[in-house]
């Protein structure tokens, strides 16, 4: 039975692999180091959900995919793009159901080719974060420097943060119960 359902998986497949939000927040690192993986997670997952024998509400699949996308990927998407993709997804998965195969495959036909990204392994070419340059009296004022995955501001001028022979370690701390304030003590190794 599974496998009557394996040509709507690559219907799923085109959708997600079409889905521009998903992508930017996969090649802007929202998702972390396994961007990648989250993203082809959250289609497999989508496609199992449509599948199972009750076929789900578009707002069911447009939550899930709202939530796993805030959770995941620290992405709200102000496009109306998962209300678009749920849209499609219940909208072929009803044709599929019917047995419209040849409506189904003349309208993905007729859209332009699609670069299949959502696969292991894949190469993710990674989009460098421009710094907010609004207020450019600031960033006289107060210069940028970029260290790791960090932004360091406020130094004195003349001065340029050195991360050589230094050490982080992390204390905690018990403010309150239930709450732990962590702090950093910065070492210096001679």
Known sequence: MAGSNEPFREIVENIFNRWSALKLAVEHGMGGWNGLQKAIELMNHTYDYCVQPKTPAQEDIQDALDEYLDQEFQTICD????????????RYLTMFRAGQFAEIT??????????????PGHK???VAVQEDSSSD?????????????????DLPEGFAPSTSGATMEMQEEDVEPGWTKVTTKSRRKH
Request: proline content about 7%.
């Open 124 to 126: 993710i070419t990674y």
């Open 79 to 90: 496009d109306n793009s998962s209300q678009e993709v749920s849209y499609y997804l219940i």
């Open 137 to 153: 009296s600031e960033t006289e004022e107060h210069p940028r420097q970029q260290i790791g995955a960090f932004t360091v501001t």
């Open 106 to 119: 003349n309208e993905l036909n007729q859209l332009p080719p699609v670069n299949k990204w959502l696969l």
